[in-house]
């Protein structure tokens, strides 16, 4: 018996195993080939979180030189009604998006992309989907020393959440304002309360 091992794969290559004894001259019938042929899996995000009506995309990439065919499918194995077209970008090649054009909070979920190389050769890669629905959020105009008050209400399908209070700063290094505000049940609300407002807070932007 010869075992060989390949370590590192990292291109297609065909190996001959040829049997020879002695004086004997092995004939064509006497060697064996092997094929090892490379593919490669990726997607992106891995993990996204998003607010309800925004759009989302996956992208799940697959590349080897046989033929190529990708599915997606949600957590419970059903196909996913979200569109997943696929196209051919390079000769052994295949791209595939999961598109989300408006989020609802019922697509909160895990998704897996199957890819099936032919020849019996397949694998997957699976993806995270976050969404939350923020609610309560608008503009106020108060008077000097007035108090403005602003409450976000969220929700999300995953059973925890936590929410917290930014004020935008033009250098882009934006500060917390309020502590953050944790549940295990996937809805809160977390307030943040501006006391005696003045001039100087005109145009600032929270979060």
Same mark, same amino acid.
């Given at each position: 018996?010869?075992?060989?091992?390949?370590?590192?794969?990292?291109?297609?290559?065909? =190996?001959?195993?040829?049997?020879?004894?002695?004086? =004997?001259?092995? #004939?064509?019938?006497?060697?064996?080939?092997?094929?090892?042929?490379? &593919?490669?899996? #990726?997607?992106?995000?891995?993990?996204?979180? $998003?607010?309800?009506?925004?759009?989302?995309?996956?992208?799940?990439?697959?590349? @080897?030189?046989?033929?190529?065919?990708?599915? +997606?499918?949600?957590?419970? @194995?059903?196909?996913?009604?979200?569109?997943? $077209?696929?196209?051919? %970008?390079?000769? @052994?090649?295949?791209?595939?998006? !999961?598109?989300?054009?408006? !989020?609802? !909070?019922?697509?909160?979920?895990?998704?897996?992309? =199957?890819?099936? &190389?032919?020849?019996?050769?397949?694998?997957?890669?699976?993806?995270?989907?976050?969404?939350?629905?923020?609610?309560?959020? #608008? $503009?106020? /105009?108060?008077?000097?020393?007035?108090?403005?008050? &602003?409450?976000?209400?969220?929700?999300?399908?995953?059973?925890?959440?936590?929410?917290? +209070? &930014?004020?935008?700063?033009?250098?882009?290094?934006?500060?917390?304002?309020?502590?953050?505000?944790?549940?295990?049940?996937?809805?809160?609300?977390?307030?943040?309360?501006?006391?005696?407002? $003045?001039?100087?807070?005109? /145009?600032?932007? %929270? =979060?």
């Amino acid at each position: 018996t010869a075992t060989l091992t390949v370590h590192s794969v990292t291109a297609d290559n065909t =190996y001959t195993c040829t049997v020879t004894s002695g004086q =004997y001259s092995a #004939s064509e019938s006497d060697a064996t080939d092997v094929s090892i042929k490379m &593919f490669d899996v #990726s997607v992106s995000p891995e993990y996204a979180v $998003n607010d309800v009506g925004s759009a989302q995309d996956f992208v799940c990439t697959a590349t @080897g030189d046989s033929s190529i065919d990708i599915m +997606w499918k949600s957590s419970d @194995g059903s196909d996913v009604t979200a569109s997943a $077209n696929q196209e051919d %970008y390079d000769s @052994g090649a295949r791209t595939s998006t !999961l598109s989300f054009a408006t !989020l609802a !909070l019922d697509d909160d979920d895990s998704y897996t992309c =199957y890819i099936d &190389f032919g020849d019996s050769e397949s694998t997957e890669v699976s993806v995270q989907l976050d969404v939350i629905e923020i609610t309560g959020l #608008s $503009n106020q /105009g108060k008077e000097a020393e007035e108090d403005a008050t &602003f409450d976000c209400s969220f929700t999300a399908l995953t059973g925890s959440a936590a929410a917290q +209070w &930014f004020l935008v700063v033009s250098d882009g290094d934006d500060t917390a304002v309020t502590d953050t505000v944790t549940t295990d049940s996937g809805a809160g609300t977390t307030q943040l309360v501006l006391s005696a407002v $003045n001039y100087t807070q005109t /145009g600032e932007q %929270y =979060y």
